[in-house]
């Protein structure tokens, strides 16, 4: 988390504007990513769940596989936004005083 920061205040070398800016665009970003990648999985677990349990499974449950994919999706959606608001809370900055320098590693 703190790593935004950072990087943020890096690229905006003293601006609080920009640096608020920032923040919020590499959290939305970097949110974005995680939430492709991971209703990928999602869905790929959902397709091989569906054509190996086909197999087993006595009643039709083609379309049902759809309404549990909207519903992970909605859950992954709520924990990511909450996941980015704290990010994005955490490293908002009201005051002008950034702590940027070229030696800090």
């Known amino acids: 988390m703190k790593r935004i920061g950072v990087t943020a205040s890096r690229i905006s070398k003293g601006s609080?504007?920009?640096?608020?800016f920032?923040?919020?665009?590499?959290?939305?970003l970097f949110s974005f990513f995680v939430y492709i990648i991971a209703s990928l999985t999602v869905l790929f677990a959902i397709v091989l769940i569906s054509y190996m349990g086909r197999e087993l499974?006595?009643?039709?449950?083609?379309?049902?596989?759809?309404n549990i994919y909207v519903v992970c999706m909605m859950a992954l959606t709520i924990v990511?936004?909450?996941?980015?608001?704290?990010?994005?809370?955490?490293?908002?900055?009201?005051?002008?005083t950034l702590e940027y320098s070229e030696d800090k590693e």
């Open 57 to 66: 499974m006595p009643i039709y449950f083609q379309h049902d596989w759809y």
């Open 80 to 96: 990511t936004i909450i996941f980015t608001l704290m990010l994005i809370l955490k490293n908002f900055k009201l005051s002008a």
């Open 22 to 28: 920032y923040v919020i665009l590499i959290s939305f």
């Open 16 to 20: 609080i504007f920009l640096y608020n």
